[in-house]
Each structure stands twice: as structure tokens, then as C-alpha cells.
């Protein structure tokens, strides 16, 4: 049966009190690339604190300190001390939904995307905010656990809507023991949902996620979702990707209607090391009054960003060079993690 109470998970374009980042550190796996990765970081940490507040996880304040330097306002960032084994906000960072009015943070198991890299420290990340005082008291912390789910494989609509894909939340070694019924079932349970729209087909290659939703499709409001469109034949994601653009176009609102399908370009072939990098500009970060989007130093950067601009009217289209990230397969939305209003003050 399911829950009587009222829960809302709210979209990521509604209001926001602060973004978390993890930075990354010498112990990390951005070792030998942190003279590309600090900048890059702190790129993105400027954009966020002209807009809203950041909360930064790290083992070592005064290191990040002296590589943001005085170019930020430092009123406007949070702190949080801890031991980290990467970087991606966004999979270890806690979810944040509204239960009969009372603002409640979700933290669930994080397992390095189904046991592929170790996590022992970033799983218990969300429990060190809370003891650490990042949130007040009136926002309250659930223990999810064992349950595994990474904010980059779900992405919602706010009214009770989710978009997510079959081939990662049914991987094995997340929630093996349960069928996709089942987990559907959970999830609407979780998150106060009335539809979850799944995808079957999509994919990047050099995605070690399992298929996050992220990189493939997401709301950009109630009525429109941009994904990733490939019209190259000769390019190896076509098949599979013109496949799940079909599957888009079956899905239908709420009210019965289709949705507005906003197709982003397949960014540019990324290698790195003698293999391919999924770089993506579905993995775009909405934040208070603008949209950050990944850039890969490409002539279809500025395609993506203007169709993104199209369709957030209101917001201002910042691209920030995400080249960096990518080489540890991941991007601009992985890592961060939003908050909404009145979580972090």
C-alpha cells in the first residue's frame, strides 16, 4: 500500500539555497590532472556563488581556500570537512524531498556505481552534514540504506513524474534482489510519484554509470525534455540512440499530451588515453536564474547552448569548460548536487 502522506520531490529548477561540489584532492583520482581539474572546479564554483550559496565537501578547507584564492565571497560558501574517495556529488550527495511540509534529506547507499570503485568514504558523506551542522534542525535526515540510488539516475518534473533508465537502476550489484516492478514500486513510494517513465535504449560509450539518466535525457520543465540526438550513421551510438529518440516520442504528460522534445547535439568525440569519453550536454546544472552547461571545447558547444537557451527563456546559458571531467567520465551535472530553498541556510 502506499504511503498516505504527501511527498514532493521538487524539480531542479525550482528555487535552490546552495549547490554542493566535492573537491578534488592529491588522494583522488584527479591526481595526476589537478592543475586541469582545480580550475575547472573553481569555474563552476564562481558561477554557482554569483546565484546562490555553495557547500563545499573536502578533506583540507585551507587547500581550497588558496586554490579559489579572494576571487569568490567566502559568506557565501559552506564548508563541510570530510574524508572522500572522488568527487561526484551528484551519486554520493544526499535527495531532497518535501514529507507533509517538512523538508527532508535522502541518503541513500552509495556503492561506486554498482561496486565498481570504492566508496566506503563518500557513503557516508550525507550522514556528516548532518552531524557536522550543515543543515538546520528543522530539516530532517531518512536513512535510506541499504536501498542503492545515485541522484544521476533519476531525474523528475516536480509534479510527480520521473524519467530514469532500466539498463542502471536493474544493474546488478545495486538492488539486485528486487525486479523492475518491484523497484518501481519503491521508488513511487520514496518519492511520492505517480509515473515513471523508463527508458530501455541509450547509452555513451566510456560511461562506467550503467546508463544514467543524466547523460541522456532530462526535464528542463513539465512539458519539454532535451536529450542527446545522434544523426550520424557512421558514429556508433546511432542505432541505440535513435532508438531511445523514438522512445521519447512515445512518451506522453500527464494530461495525455506529448512532450516537446529538445534535441541537443552529440558532442564531439572526446578520447582520452586511447578510449572514447561520454561527453554530454544533457548533463547541464540548473541553478537560481541560469543553466551551466558543459563545454568540450567544440564548435557544438555553442549549438548545445543555444538550444538550451531556447527553451530557459528566463535564465542565463553559461557554458564552462568541462574537458577536465571528462576524463574521469563524468561531467558538469555529475558533479554537483542541488539543495533547494530552505534546506541550507
Known amino acids: 500500500m502506499m504511503r498516505d502522506n504527501k511527498i514532493v520531490f521538487p524539480a531542479e529548477w525550482h528555487p535552490q539555497s546552495a549547490v554542493q561540489l566535492t573537491w578534488p584532492n592529491k588522494n583522488t583520482d584527479w591526481a595526476s590532472i589537478m592543475d586541469e581539474v582545480i580550475p575547472c572546479y573553481a569555474a563552476i564554483a564562481k558561477e554557482i556563488i554569483k546565484r546562490e550559496k555553495l557547500l563545499i565537501v573536502c ?24 574524508e572522500i574517495n572522488d568527487t561526484w556529488a551528484r551519486d554520493h550527495g544526499g535527495i531532497s524531498v518535501v514529507e507533509d511540509g517538512i523538508r527532508t534529506v535522502y541518503n541513500f547507499t552509495f556503492n561506486g556505481w554498482g561496486m565498481r570503485y570504492p566508496a566506503n568514504y563518500d557513503n557516508q558523506i ?56 518491484q523497484l518501481e514500486y519503491c521508488i513511487k513510494e520514496y518519492f511520492g510519484l505517480k509515473r515513471i517513465l523508463w527508458l530501455h535504449h541509450g547509452y555513451l ?6 546508463c544514467h539518466i543524466d547523460t541522456l535525457a532530462r526535464f528542463c520543465s513539465e512539458d519539454t525534455i532535451a536529450y542527446v540526438q545522434c544523426a ?6 546511432y542505432e ?15 494530461d495525455g499530451e506529448p ?36 563545454f568540450y571545447n567544440s564548435l557544438k558547444d555553442e549549438e548545445a547552448k543555444a538550444a538550451l537557451q531556447s527553451v530557459f527563456i528566463d535564465r542565463e546559458v553559461t557554458g564552462i569548460n568541462c574537458l577536465p571531467l ?17 534546506f541550507i541556510e
Open 259 to 294: 512532450y516537446n522534445l529538445l534535441p541537443l547535439p552529440m558532442a564531439d568525440k572526446v578520447e582520452w588515453e586511447g578510449s572514447r569519453l561520454p561527453a554530454t550536454y544533457a548533463n547541464f546544472l540548473i541553478i537560481n536564474g541560469a543553466v551551466l552547461v558543459p
Open 232 to 237: 550520424d550513421r557512421e558514429d556508433a551510438h
Open 240 to 254: 541505440e540512440l535513435q532508438a531511445m529518440e523514438e522512445e521519447l516520442k512515445t512518451f506522453i504528460r500527464e
Open 326 to 342: 571528462i576524463k574521469q567520465r563524468g561531467s558538469l551535472h555529475c558533479a554537483t548536487m542541488q539543495y533547494p530553498l530552505g
Open 59 to 82: 578533506d583540507d578547507e585551507r587547500a581550497v581556500r588558496s586554490q579559489l584564492k579572494d576571487a569568490v565571497d567566502y559568506s557565501r560558501i559552506i564548508f563541510c570537512l570530510a
Open 126 to 181: 550525507v550522514r556528516l552534514m548532518f552531524t557536522g551542522g550543515i543543515f538546520p534542525h528543522r530539516v530532517e535526515l531518512v536513512d535510506m540504506q541499504p536501498f542503492v540510488l545515485e541522484g544521476g539516475s533519476i531525474d523528475t518534473d516536480g509534479k510527480g513524474t520521473l524519467l530514469t533508465t532500466v539498463r542502471c537502476l536493474t544493474s546488478v550489484n545495486r538492488n539486485e534482489h528486487l525486479q523492475q516492478d
Open 205 to 210: 560509450e566510456g560511461d562506467d554509470t550503467g
